[in-house]
């Protein structure tokens, strides 16, 4: 079928546009665009989960499963399933609210606790008197007055922006608002009785996940996530940092990017939720102390070279108009403070999220991402000590021949057997690719079942390693069973992947173990975050010696850290001051300037004896 | 020579944009524009005062005059005399900075105290220690702790758009710079020692005055005017008002057109003085209510319908940048509060500058406009009272014949003798036309002598009155001897719309002497502010009926007293607050509701009887 045109297809209400050959199905392209459709089947035309509109433009004629599951009226109207349908020409599609789901592995679901909101936006609904001849208080003075009387705040102000949507509102709706209100200034105007809600956001290196949350009950009420698009300007953070300090224009248009797809989460979020962007007065954004400068457009050109300086460590609050966010008028946006050029705000929030501040044992915390941060806590000591290690996007299965993000069709479990490789997959749906947790159970498998050897060698001998284009490899699942009708693989080239992001991250946590004068066995409690880190079979991530063994450690995977402590400091002022002190308190360590760190670093991308772990 | 073409002419580096006609020297096309080209012979090429060099653009030959003023190598350089200059197409002229001058009329001079300034912004220069591997504190952070170290300032914080600027500046100049700090905020960074800069401006409905000033010392560094370019969407504040309220646009399309002349004149003072855009760290911009809201762009649709609410009466302090002023990153702008949907910031700038609320006797102030507020203070109130009165702008030559601006040619002072008339020109050049006082004195002298009667008729059988196309007229100057070859003329139509003004403020007077039971002979003072108040022959403006006759009163000529009044708030926190006070302290008079306001009104068009004047 496929002709080599590409069409471009445009999913309203979210506004997003994607890029779709013709032998792929809008289910598959929304799916890349980061718009997770409801699916039970996992793409197979069975479930009739995925049902969408087509707006404009021509497509494949509706199928015998479509045919099957929709009336004849619903094709007449243009109703079709997103898996069945293939684009002919440009197109424009109306996703219902029943098919967008919020992507599962990006749900805030961990052991982590639960705070007490005490945001710093309260609603305050109020019904004004009208003016009259007798009574001609400017508009201002009215609400101010208003608000006074009912709920005795006073010597509130508020900006020009919030303040030219005042007298339209007041009289188109019966003097009836809802005023949101932060510390004195008034940041947002409704008609009628609102709730405040916020934005949490961690905005990682390769993918971006986005939370709308309820402020004043701390509730989630929609999740939303999209790759980062800055990944065409370079996948890590220094190519990114180059190609600013480099291009001109290039600070604005790696925050233009980024922004723009951060509006396209809010405006996702907000249809899924069915409240509006008004609402919405408030937001905390985490990430690296780079992907906080690109989105602030801030100097990044002594970030990228020794001695690799932030232009600023302290917090921020910025208007989330000034990042072109689709909110309320008044609403600002807190960037955390970072901890050092390489250990940003994400690794604050974590911190914050686990209590690794507020413990009282010898505790490890490992944040698995592009950059994988780690901190270390030991009782009695006033401060925490972290470090960042440049692990690479191969457990986000980037870099890795048949990897993909945790959607449904990735293999998350397997298990190789004498004969057969047992496995799980996202969904129960046919197997598409690996994500994080499967990768580093295939590693370990590989390992323990001898098809590798402790430098991550294939044995070419071995019957069930075969020879593809990209040397050895090892068919994990065949075409016929697949869900993209071709082999699953696992290549040489992905093993040597594996191997160079657990050695950077191996390292990373000996030198610090080292650094801070901590014998392993007095490791007491391992938390690993991330939402890779959550799916994770630790067993497995010690067999093929991602974790070092520690033979007393506990070890808690809370999910994805970083965005729960976004989520903490965006409904509770203590969150947030809490966070300013963490960042105060922990020391920053340049693993590279160790001159053990080359060593360690090799020594790490062995696999371990399997000896000890039988111990 | 005119074939009716005309062309673009660009003044640069100011960036104005001019349409001339082929038979308008540049000199003349400039001083159309508010752009005052300095000359001591008023455009008769004897001065060579005003120098242009011609960058791109076709125009006439050098004439005689330039011949003999401007040597042959400055000709061969484009250098000319704007006077002697035509366009032959669309052109852009350089004007060098010692040709350009500060409109003489709007200096701030008058007899108005000076007050210590107290600003907001200070100055801090530093110089600080470049990072190494051992000091890796974030540039913010080095800065913070250079301003703690050098001058105990601590707890700062600053916006985005600053921060921008940061590394760049400290790197590329030797770490040595000054923070420009308002409060807590880092609003402004500068490469070396700068002293921090201010904008006063007063928004007339008819005309703009721009001052720059150096916030610490008070001094006046420049000045400019410009007319206000919303005149084109009605020449007073209801017409505007309607425009927007009628056209979805209409808002945006003031704010923009306002806002683009006040950067231009920011342009030109920054280039008059010589300094750098990133010095100017604060503004205070006073203008009516409605002026005021058209600049915010706020809603205005429930201040042109009854009862005239405005949308904010208290003061707002504004990003620069939110009104596209070229200050420095995080400069404000300071809007006064206003008193009413009528009485503006303009108003309280004028109470504050003649110290009106300090006064300990009956005081009158008036400050003339197209919209002319009065507010009277008497001893033992704790209060003021303040009226408006829609008095249009004949006083400022608009809707008169041969009315013009107070600029160079302007009659400004008239004697008609028996048989001859005596005037007095501003720059004593060719006159072409009549300003503010010179029209009060030809109204008053031809009362005077018996050309027109009580009700403002001419006396047709009078043998100095012509007979024009608009009816009666006086010749005031000859074709032959006026510097635009053409009569001056005054018209039956003038005298109309001199009583229309003079009436509405007459009756606005009386009214609030009768309003707050004050007989005539009890005011003190009355204070007489306007850029034309300060040039009017007191005895005229009875004679012609626009003052009433208060014959205990002392009158005193104080000039531009609202553009003092902003710069009063740009220099000082003090001057701020009692500008609150006086905003929370005046009561606001509505004429139009008094049931004798129509009668006082028909009343003060007449022309007094006489004989008072001479008893």
Redesign the interface.
């Known amino acids: 079928m496929s002709n080599g045109r590409s069409f471009q297809v445009q999913f309203q209400p979210i506004g997003k546009r994607v890029t779709a050959s013709p032998d792929e199905s809008l289910f598959e392209a929304a799916r890349e665009s980061g718009i997770d459709l409801a699916s039970a089947c996992g793409g197979e035309g069975n479930c009739g989960q995925c049902r969408v509109m087509v707006l404009a433009g021509e497509t494949s004629p509706p199928n015998l499963d479509e045919e099957f599951i929709l009336s004849e009226l619903e094709i007449q109207q243009g109703e079709r399933l997103a898996c069945c349908t293939y684009a002919h020409s440009d197109l424009t599609i109306q996703v219902p609210r029943e098919s967008l789901i919020t992507g599962q592995r990006l749900q805030i679901a961990s052991d982590l606790r639960e705070i007490e909101p005490d945001p710093l936006v309260r609603a305050y609904p109020v019904t004004l008197t009208p ?3 007798e ?7 009215r609400l101010m007055d208003g608000l006074a009387e009912a709920y005795g705040v006073r010597g509130l ?1 508020a ?2 922006a919030v ?2 949507t ?3 509102i007041f ?1 188109e709706h019966n003097w009836q608002v809802t005023a949101f209100v932060r510390e004195q200034e008034i940041v947002g105007l409704v008609a009628g009785e609102k709730r405040p809600l916020g934005l949490a956001v961690d905005l990682g290196t390769t993918k971006i996940a986005a939370y709308l949350v309820d402020l004043e009950t701390g509730n989630d009420l929609a999740s939303a996530g999209a790759p980062n698009p800055q990944i065409g300007y370079g996948e890590d953070v220094i190519s990114r940092l180059n190609h600013v300090s480099r291009n001109p224009e290039g600070g604005r248009v790696l925050a233009t990017k980024v922004r723009e797809t951060l509006n396209e989460l809010l405006t996702e979020l907000i249809y899924q939720a069915d409240v509006t962007a008004e609402q919405v007065v408030d937001a905390c954004i985490v990430g690296n102390t780079a992907m906080t400068h690109l989105l ?4 990044v ?2 970030l990228a070279t ?9 917090s ?1 609050v ?1 208007p989330a108009s ?1 990042l072109g966010l689709t909110m309320s008028p008044g609403a600002t946006v807190y960037i955390p403070p970072c901890i ?2 390489f250990v940003g705000a994400d690794h604050v929030a974590m911190i914050l999220a686990c209590d690794l501040d507020q413990e009282t044992k010898t505790s490890l915390g490992v944040d698995i991402g592009t950059n994988t941060e780690i901190a270390i806590r030991k009782p009695g000591m006033s401060f925490l000590t972290s470090a960042s290690c440049a692990s690479g996007p191969a457990f986000e299965g980037a870099h890795i021949s048949d990897g993909m993000r945790a959607a449904s069709g990735a293999i998350e479990k397997v298990r190789i057997t004498e004969s057969d490789v047992e496995l799980t997959t996202i969904d129960d749906a046919p197997a598409v690719g690996l994500c994080g947790s499967g990768i580093v159970d295939v590693a370990a498998e590989l390992y323990r079942s001898g098809l590798i050897n402790n430098r991550g060698r294939f044995d070419k001998a071995h019957g069930r390693v075969g020879n593809g284009r990209f040397g050895s490899e090892f068919c994990l699942v065949p075409a016929a069973q697949s869900g993209s009708n071709r082999d699953v693989l696992i290549t040489q080239k992905d093993v040597n992947e594996i191997q160079l992001a657990k050695g950077a991250i191996h390292a990373g946590l000996q030198i610090l173990l080292e650094a801070t004068n901590t014998p392993a066995s007095e490791v007491e409690e391992v938390v690993v975050a991330g939402a890779f880190g959550s799916f994770l079979n630790i067993k497995n991530a010690i067999a093929m010696g991602l974790f070092p063994e520690l033979p007393n450690a506990q070890y808690r995977q809370v999910g994805n850290a970083a965005v729960i402590g976004a989520k903490w400091m965006l409904i509770s002022r203590e969150a947030r001051s809490r966070a300013e002190k963490i960042a105060q308190n922990t020391t920053y360590n340049e693993l590279t ?1 160790y001159p053990k760190f080359g060593r360690k670093f090799a020594l790490g991308m062995l696999f371990p004896e399997p000896v000890s772990r039988n111990r």
Do not use: K, N, W
């Not at 602030?296 to 100097?299: A, D, E, I, K």
């Open positions: 003016p009259t001849l009574d001609i208080r400017p508009d201002l003075t102000f900006g020009t303040l030219r005042m007298s339209p009289r602030l457009q801030l100097p050109r002594q020794a001695p690799y300086v932030a232009a600023i460590g302290t921020l910025v000034e050092g050029g300037t």
